[in-house]
């Protein structure tokens, strides 16, 4: 299974359009956050990908009425947690989502906001953030990032440049 991660598009369609363009085959998109407007859109454009599509909202998106996370079980043997990530202070670490995640019993994390990609697994736990599609902000190129979740359990996930 193949999952699509973009975040923090900031209103640059072309962004997110390239990128599921581009991945039209994988079996989930997760979005997440400050994109939602052309988020929807995509949506409208391309509704074939609309019941695999996953929004979450970010700091940007004023006046969303999308969730700031959602619990995820796509795949048997692995529950992620879909968030911006700014309510749970990813500016200054991943203590406070990595103790959101032991909560929701997620072995899977996914966030944005810092615009500064992350691809890393401590403790248990997957942490992935995919960087920004439009706005990147660590000296890389705009990115985005898939996961494939394999028959035997586990998770390879691996940062694009758009």
């Given at each position: 299974m193949r999952i699509i991660v973009i975040s923090d598009t900031h209103g640059r369609y072309h962004a997110l359009s390239s990128v599921i363009l581009s991945n039209m085959s994988a079996d989930a998109f997760i979005h997440l956050g400050d994109g939602e407007e052309e988020y929807l859109r995509l949506i409208d454009n391309f509704p074939s990908v609309a019941d695999k599509f996953y929004y979450i909202k970010g700091n940007c998106d004023y006046g969303s009425q999308r969730p700031e996370f959602l619990t995820l079980e796509i795949a048997p043997g692995h529950r992620i947690l879909a968030t911006h990530g700014h309510r749970f202070g990813v500016n200054y670490g991943?203590?406070?989502?990595?103790?959101?995640?032991?909560?929701?019993?997620?072995?899977?994390?996914?966030?944005?906001?810092?615009?500064?990609?992350?691809?890393?697994?401590?403790?248990?736990?997957?942490?992935?953030?995919?960087?920004?599609?439009?706005?990147?902000?660590?000296?890389?190129p705009p990115s985005y990032a898939f996961i494939d979740l394999l028959p035997d359990g586990k998770a390879v996930a691996n940062i694009i440049n758009v």
């Open positions: 991943n203590a406070g989502i990595l103790d959101k995640a032991k909560e929701l019993r997620c072995n899977i994390i996914l966030h944005g906001h810092t615009h500064v990609r992350c691809n890393t697994y401590k403790d248990g736990f997957y942490i992935l953030n995919p960087g920004s599609a439009a706005k990147p902000r660590d000296g890389f």
